[in-house]
T-cell receptor, first 113, second 110 residues
Framework: NAGVMQNPRHLVRRRGQEARLRCSPMKGHSHVYWYRQLPEEGLKFMVYLQKENIIDESGMPKERFSAEFPKEGPSILRIQQVVRGDSAAYFC???????????FGPGTRLTVT | DAKTTQPPSMDCAEGRAANLPCNHSTISGNEYVYWYRQIHSQGPQYIIHGLKNNETNEMASLIITEDRKSSTLILPHATLRDTAVYYCIVRGQAGTALIFGKGTTLSVSS
């Protein structure tokens, strides 16, 4: 059973460009969570989605960030007009149900130049 | 979700048991104790979780005190590959987000 997959693993964007991060959950998992880890800081929750629905986006910055989990295909975290402060590791996790253990992917390292 | 307190760092000799403590004195009756670890800059790895009974799996054992105000994660035979940051997280059954604190940095040396 393949684990959570994220791509790309490394992404370099210039200031002002858009970044798209993809997450494919484990087979049978319909719950996806996104977390961000800034350099030398802890992991922070961003958003929780089920298929086609955003359940909790309390950790998402109010501007430039959006997330979706369509009926078909991976979950996408989109960052518009990136700034240097967006440079971080972005981790996706999935679970079969709410309130159960979450399994994390290897992360996408975003570098904004 | 209740707050947890962990020592910032611990050392352990390879082959010995590593006992990582966690205080969660404000835990509610329906909240679980979860343990994750993050090796270097990899994605966090789920280790184990429990409600009130002790739990054991292939990775570790979780000992929860009778009053549930503290717990200990036990790695029975630590190896160099167990060097990581270990996070103790208290989370309700209906909880969604995992709230990561600073965790304990475990250093295993030969």
């Amino acid at each position: 059973n393949a684990g959570v997959m994220q791509n790309p693993r490394h992404l370099v964007r210039r200031r002002g460009q858009e970044a798209r991060l993809r997450c494919s959950p484990m087979k049978g998992h319909s719950h996806v969570y996104w977390y961000r880890q800034l350099p030398e800081e802890g992991l922070k929750f961003m958003v929780y989605l089920q298929k086609e629905n955003i359940i909790d986006e309390s950790g998402m910055p109010k501007e430039r960030f959006s997330a979706e989990f369509p009926k078909e295909g991976p979950s996408i975290l989109r960052i518009q007009q990136v700034v240097r402060g967006d440079s971080a590791a972005y981790f996706c996790a999935s679970s079969p149900n709410t309130g159960t253990e979450q399994y994390f992917g290897p992360g996408t390292r975003l570098t904004v130049t | 979700d209740a707050k947890t307190t962990q020592p910032p760092s611990m050392d352990c000799a390879e082959g010995r048991a590593a006992n990582l403590p966690c205080n969660h004195s404000t835990i509610s009756g329906n909240e679980y104790v979860y343990w994750y670890r993050q090796i270097h800059s990899q994605g966090p790895q789920y280790i184990i979780h429990g409600l009130k009974n002790n739990e054991t799996n292939e990775m570790a054992s979780l000992i929860i005190t009778e009053d549930r105000k503290s717990s200990t994660l036990i790695l029975p035979h630590a190896t160099l590959r167990d060097t990581a940051v270990y996070y103790c997280i208290v989370r309700g059954q209906a909880g969604t987000a995992l709230i990561f604190g600073k965790g304990t940095t475990l250093s295993v040396s030969s």
